[in-house]
Antibody
C-alpha cells in the first residue's frame, strides 16, 4: 500500500534552516510528481511546492520568496524540502503528497501524516 | 487570505443534503476543470474526496458529489451522517503562476 512518511521537523530558531524528507513506498515513485503542503494549526492548507516525476521541473507559488527548495532522489524514493531563513510564521505541520495521475498535477491522492516545524523567536 | 473562498462553516441534520461552495475566478475554477475536494478530520491528513470537479476516487461514498458553475465549484453531501463532521477544503489548478490554490476550508457540523 502507498505510504508517505515525513521526517526532519523540529524546533529551530528564527533565521535557521531545516530540510524535511518524505520517504515514499508502495508505488513507482519515479513515475509521479510530488507536492509539499503546510498547515498552520487550526488553519487551512497552503501549497508550497511541486516537483515533476523526473525532478527536472519545480514549481512554487507566485508569492514564494525563494526560501524553500524542493528536490527529489528517485534512487532513494524520497522528496525533500529545504527551508532557510525560517520565521515564526513558518511554524506549521508540513505534508508531502503524491499526485493521483501522472498527467494531472492537481489531485493529491495520498498524503503523509506530516512533520511539525516550530520556529522560535 | 486564501485564493479560493469557502464559507467557514456549514451545518445540517442527519439525512439532509448540504452543499459547500468554493469561489474562485475566471483564471482558475472558471477556466479549468481541475477542482478537487478534501476531507480532513482533526489530527489527520486530508483525504481526497472529489477530483476533476465531479470524479470520486474508489472507496468514496456516492453521497459525495461535485459540480461547477462558472467560477464556483460545489461539494454536495447527500444523506448527511454524523461521521461526515469534518473540515472540507477545495483545491484548484491556478494556471502557470500558481499551480495549486486552496480554499480556506469549511467546518461541517452535523446537528
Amino acid at each position: 500500500q502507498v505510504q508517505l512518511v515525513e521526517s526532519g521537523g523540529g524546533v529551530v530558531q528564527s533565521g535557521g534552516s531545516l530540510t524535511l524528507s518524505c520517504a515514499a513506498s508502495g508505488f513507482r515513485f519515479s513515475d509521479y510528481g510530488m507536492h509539499w503542503v503546510r498547515q498552520v494549526s487550526g488553519k487551512g492548507l497552503e501549497w508550497l511546492a511541486f516537483i515533476r516525476y523526473d525532478g527536472r521541473f519545480q514549481h512554487y507559488p507566485e508569492s514564494a520568496d525563494g526560501r524553500f527548495t524542493i528536490s527529489r532522489d528517485n534512487s532513494k524514493n524520497k522528496v525533500y524540502l529545504q527551508m532557510s531563513s525560517l520565521r515564526p510564521e513558518d511554524t506549521a505541520l508540513y505534508y508531502c503528497a503524491k499526485i493521483m495521475a501522472t498527467t494531472v498535477v492537481t489531485d493529491f491522492d495520498y498524503w503523509g501524516q506530516g512533520t511539525l516545524v516550530t520556529v522560535s523567536s | 487570505q486564501s485564493a479560493l473562498t469557502q464559507p467557514p462553516s456549514a451545518s445540517g441534520s442527519p439525512g439532509q443534503s448540504l452543499t459547500i461552495s468554493c469561489t474562485g475566478s475566471n483564471t482558475d475554477i472558471g477556466e479549468y476543470d481541475f477542482v478537487s475536494w478534501y476531507q480532513q478530520f482533526p489530527g489527520r491528513a486530508p483525504k481526497l474526496l472529489i477530483y476533476e470537479v465531479t470524479k470520486r476516487p474508489s472507496g468514496v461514498p456516492d453521497r459525495f458529489s461535485g459540480s461547477k458553475s462558472g467560477n464556483t465549484a460545489s461539494l454536495t453531501v447527500s444523506g448527511l451522517q454524523a461521521e461526515d463532521e469534518a473540515h472540507y477544503y477545495c483545491g484548484s489548478y491556478g494556471g502557470t503562476k500558481n499551480l495549486i490554490l486552496f480554499g480556506g476550508g469549511t467546518k461541517l457540523t452535523v446537528l
